[in-house]
């Protein structure tokens, strides 16, 4: 991919550590389980947020409050989460 240096930021709690792969795209087309965060993202205005995440919750993911998702992810025994979340935790 030919994506510029600084094509892709994050915030180093959540950055990609050595030897992480990085899909650029959704996860939900790989089958993966998606969990958003709803007060977690954002959008041009209240409606839209919530449309959006309305949308998201019928169709690619569970939604939900930052606390349910830490419980969530919290709740997933530890060898079935791959080395790098787990030691983030």
């Known amino acids: 991919m030919n ?3 600084k094509g892709y930021e994050f915030v180093a709690e959540v950055a990609p550590r050595e030897g992480d792969v990085l899909i650029p795209v959704d996860a939900f087309a790989y ?3 998606v969990l958003v965060a709803q007060d977690a993202v954002y959008d041009r205005s209240q409606v839209s947020h919530a449309v959006n995440l309305f949308d998201m919750s019928e169709k690619y993911a569970d939604v939900a409050p ?8 919290q709740s ?14």
């Open 3 to 5: 994506i510029a240096q």
């Open 31 to 33: 089958n993966f389980r």
């Open 66 to 73: 930052t606390a349910e998702v830490l419980r969530t992810l």
């Open 76 to 89: 997933i025994p530890s060898q079935s989460v791959s080395p790098s979340v787990a030691q983030a935790g």
